[in-house]
């Protein structure tokens, strides 16, 4: 009915307007156009079949998908409150563009948000407050077999190839890290020359697709990674396992952006659609990963190496923890990504519904290295939505040693959240590759405001860590840190979480991480079989150590197998659960290297191996001990 109302309607308006513009004076032809280019519209929208509103409302339904699309901006604009937009609320953004433009980001008439409010975290300060440092803190990224070790920032640039962003953007960040002596990581779309432009220390990163040392077939070249190694501005080298926003699901880029520029880059075909595997083809096994760290730290003259990864199950963590200590070889450094991390193009599941949030991560990647006695050794470093000095002191106390990131750096050279990454049309020339666009960005002016925000923040981590007492990261202690449970009650860190003592699980751990240890396997990333690798009468690894073979056992099945103490091969492992030859206390056969069906963690490699507790009113009870609330946490 509507529909022919607004078709009569029209009609009736361009056959009256042509009529007085004939009769009458020539002015009327303007309404006439305009009367006729509405009527082809709706007749267009009437007789068309891939859109009910408008073949239903011709012309006015073109009006709802004008409101769609400037959605988001009224959102943003008139809308959302300062602290509830998302990804980044009004807030964050504002304190990223103040300080890039050299102001601290000072706000009047206190916070906006509910300090009684379950979640909300606040940090213990000190009635005895040290002096704010005049110095930046650092980082050695090195463990005891690099031979170049590079002392990073508390705050550095995250992964971003050329390709997915601009290279006027890649130039501004990398003059700001070059002004403020930070590191850039290049990302896996290769080491470019807008990476090397101004002599910014760099963390050379590269995926699956191994772009910029690949050869002919996509496979990992080693002279050519030698080569580029070697430049004397790439400080260290970061291997991408896995990404926050889409871990486990590779990547793509586009055909249409992949420019003579970007084809160089990567070693691909120009306007040939490139595509990072899943996985890599250069390791297959965590062994093979550790291997191939310490081929690489050779190839590139002892610099610092190591992964990234979004934390997913327990077991493979723990097999590459064991693959270390096998190996006699360590990373020198592991980069924690969050699943709420960002990306230029992901599916909404995996962005949503895929990955282990970055402070689930980054305790449970710490709590393995503590757990088996690694940690000393090796640096770690997380990224995911860090934009503040807060947020740099609040991942330290859960035990990160550095910090990486991307979207704040982004902002700090224009980016206003416009979430039109993946469409080539970013609107400020940041993630897009048409120079029509990318051109406003003055690499001068966006370079020193890269500089500036970095300074800023970290001089404000800075202030945070004196005013707690602490002259130093490394004092700060995790009751520093306290989450409000109730509207009434607060914990600290020390106690929500379980965290384990150094070289742990050696000694046996009851419950979960001392299930995962004994079924975690050096030689494959899911679960093997329990008590594979039971390390006997032994510490965990030593800068000169390697696990000598008699202390190495496989119980495998063999009946009759002792351990050189005499002891039954059917005994307990050191993490408690039998080896091959007896049997597990509900009856199932040992050695199986399968749960029993039905019980808790049967999946192999499930991260959670006990059944999770029944929800409690008012959250939880701070009270209540955090080893048997979150067995599977950290």
Known sequence: MVRHLILAGL??????????????????????????????????????????VLRNFPVLGHMRFFLEKIRPEIQQYFIERNYDGKPFDRDQRSLVYSRAKGFKGDKAFGTELNVNEPGYEYFVQSVAPKPAPEDEHRVRLGGPDCLQPYDASLLNISAMSFGSLSKNAVLAMNKGAALGGFAQETGEGGLTEYHLAHGADLIWEFGSGYFGTRDEHGNFDPEVFREKSR??????INIKLSQGAKPGLGGVLPGSKVTAEIAAARGVPEGQTCISPASHSAFTT???????????????????????????SRVEILAICKAMI??????????VDGGEGGTGAAPL??????????????????????????????????AGKITSGHDIVRHIIQGADFCMSARAMMMAVGCIQAQACHTNKCPVGVTTQDPRLYRALDVTDKGERVERYHRLTVAEAGQMISTMGCEHPEELTREMLRRKVTATQSTSYETLYQWL?????????EGGWGEDWDYADPDRFSAGHPGKYVFHDRGPLTPAGVIPEADRRYAGGAAGVRFPDGRPAAASSPSGAPVAGGSRENGSPAGTGKRPEGEPGTTAGAQHTTRDPVPEPDNVDPRDDSRSRNPGMA
Not at 289 to 297: G, H
Not at 326 to 335: A, L, M, N, R
Not at 501 to 509: C, D, K, N
């Open 231 to 236: 430049l004397p501005q790439v400080k260290a």
């Open 326 to 335: 096998e190996e006699g070889v360590s990373p020198d450094f592991i980069i």
């Open 11 to 52: 009609t009736v308006a361009t056959l009256s307007t042509v009529l007085a513009a004939v009769l009458g004076p020539w002015g009327w032809w303007f309404p006439a156009i305009a009367f006729l280019l509405l009527l082809l519209v709706a007749v267009r929208d009437a007789t068309q079949r891939k859109h009910s």
């Open 286 to 312: 965590p062994r093979e990963l550790i291997r191939f760290v310490a081929r690489l730290r050779e190839l590139s003259g002892g610099k610092p190496i190591g992964f990234k990864l979004c934390v997913g």
């Open 349 to 382: 599941e995996y962005q949503d519904h895929v990955g282990t949030p970055l402070v689930e991560g980054l305790i449970l990647m710490h709590n393995a290295l503590v757990g088996s006695g690694l940690r000393e050794r090796i640096k770690l470093g997380c």
């Open 501 to 509: 003592r150094p070289g742990e699980l050696f000694e046996g751990v």
